[in-house]
T-cell receptor, first 116, second 116 residues
């Protein structure tokens, strides 16, 4: 059974500081996703990482993937209050039924609070 | 452009009643997924369609839960004889197709189900 673990689960940061959220998964995966969720809102797609060594950046967020270590990181640079949200990583796995199912398995999420 | 829409946004029902939750995916999206999200947790996979074919229903908790997508577009998740433990946020997501870039699933706003 695929397991996805994020840490930390709670992160309180000061504005201007840097930090990293980690996402470990237990089995070989095809793709890794990062989503953002604001309170009471839906999930917003941030990044899709497709291969070992993939790195993607958008604004103050940068995501990377190491498939050998089964690890993805989400690095936050010079945090601002607007980044406060819950961040989820998710992994999809090709089922044995001919590769037609790519359901996502999510981590528990990291609740990020950026304080002034 | 229009995203994934779900209705109703909120549903309060009494234990034992049946409920039907509707999902309207992004136009042209082949794949449609249903997830359930408990408070403070990541979404949990329920079932998945490619066009009108239900490819995987392994995440449905029991036989009170069913889903259909008869014309390959709108989908309905039905819960029969609801129980209090069914209370959760039910989210629908769609994608171009599991084998089609950019692969990511786009989530709807969800239906908050409360069973009294």
């Amino acid at each position: 059974e695929l397991k996805v673990e994020q840490n930390p689960l709670f992160l309180s940061m000061q504005e201007g500081k840097n930090y990293t959220i980690y996402c470990n998964y237990s089995t070989t995966s095809d793709r890794l996703y990062w989503y953002r969720q604001d309170p009471g809102k839906s999930l917003e797609s941030l990044f899709v990482l497709l291969s070992n060594g993939a790195v993607k950046q958008e604004g103050r967020l940068m995501a990377s993937l190491d498939t050998k270590a089964r690890l993805s990181t989400l690095h936050i640079t010079a945090a601002v209050h607007d980044l406060s949200a819950t961040y989820f990583c998710a992994v999809d796995t090709q089922e044995n039924s001919g590769g037609s199912n790519y359901k996502l398995t999510f981590g528990k999420g990291t609740l990020l609070t950026v304080n002034p | 452009g229009a995203g994934v829409s779900q209705s109703p946004r909120y549903k309060v029902t009494k234990r034992g009643q049946d409920v039907a939750l509707r999902c309207d995916p992004i136009s042209g999206h082949v794949s449609l997924y249903w997830y359930r999200q408990a408070l403070g947790q990541g979404p949990e996979f329920l079932t998945y369609f490619n066009y009108e074919a239900q490819q995987d229903k392994s995440g449905l908790p029991n036989d009170r839960f069913s889903a259909e997508r008869p014309e390959g577009s709108i989908s309905t998740l039905t819960i029969q004889r609801t129980e209090q433990r069914d209370s959760a946020m039910y989210r629908c997501a769609s994608s171009l197709g599991a084998r089609t870039s950019p692969y990511e699933q786009f989530f709807g706003p969800g239906t908050r189900l409360t069973v009294l």
